[in-house]
């Protein structure tokens, strides 16, 4: 099983700053990583498939990248709406999700 | 608009039954794999069981295996977990969630790009 390791457990920042979080594959998924935002008592929304590609109406502050075993979601300027929890998914050998990042207001 | 409504979660004792239901509309349902999510108290995520397109490959994660039941009716646009002998740690919120593609192949799955609301699915003495 592909076991992916999210970083930080949680971020703290304030709104207009930028977030960079973090997710690490025990192996290689190539591209085959997703991202997904959760807010509370709400279903996980996809973010962003295979690395880099923003779902249908993510907004463009919503950035996506790596490759390998290394990945990172970009929140250029943080949003109050987009404090959340964050979740990667990875797709290339069944399907696992990362523990996730918890994004909340400083 | 995709829409995906499950229902069926309820408080069980350890060791019953309990069957979910997810009402798919919005989309052509025979041509995409669907799958159960679930999400226990403590966050984590975990992909309980899915099916192809047609039906014909299905996933149980092991911790389900031989006790969860997953099936759909493409004419009904319903999507079914049947889930026997269940144990405090089925405890969960279950999603049905509406994958990407219409099967894993060769090991390479999807992504899921529309859930529903979520059933809580509670076992307790």
């Known amino acids: 099983e592909i076991v992916l390791t999210q970083s930080p457990a949680t971020l703290s920042l304030s709104p207009g700053e930028r977030a960079t979080l973090s997710c690490r594959a025990s192996q290689s998924v190539s591209s085959y990583l997703a991202w997904y935002q959760q807010k509370p008592g709400q279903a996980p929304r996809l973010l962003i498939s295979?690395?880099?590609n923003r779902a249908t109406g993510i907004p463009a502050r919503f950035s996506g990248s790596g490759s390998g075993t290394d990945f990172t979601l970009t929140i250029s300027s943080l949003e109050p709406e987009d404090f959340a929890i964050y979740y990667c998914q990875q797709r290339s050998n069944l399907i696992t999700f990362g523990q996730g990042t918890r994004l909340e207001i400083k | 608009e995709v829409q995906l409504l499950e229902s069926g979660g309820d408080f069980v004792q350890p060791g019953g039954s309990l069957r979910l239901s997810c009402a798919a509309s919005?989309?052509?349902?025979?041509?995409?794999?669907m799958a159960w999510v679930r999400q226990f108290p403590g966050r984590g995520l975990e992909r309980v069981s899915g099916m192809s397109d047609s039906g014909g490959k299905i996933y149980y994660a092991d911790s389900v295996k031989g006790r969860f039941t997953i099936s759909r009716d493409n004419s009904k646009n319903t999507l079914y977990l049947q889930m026997n002998s269940l144990r405090a740690e089925d405890t969960a919120v279950y999603y049905c969630a509406k994958a990407s593609l219409g099967s894993c192949s060769s090991g390479r799955c999807y992504d899921f790009d529309s859930w529903g609301q979520g059933t809580l699915v509670t076992v307790s003495s």
């Open positions: 295979d690395a880099s």
């Open positions: 919005g989309f052509t349902f025979s041509t995409y794999a």
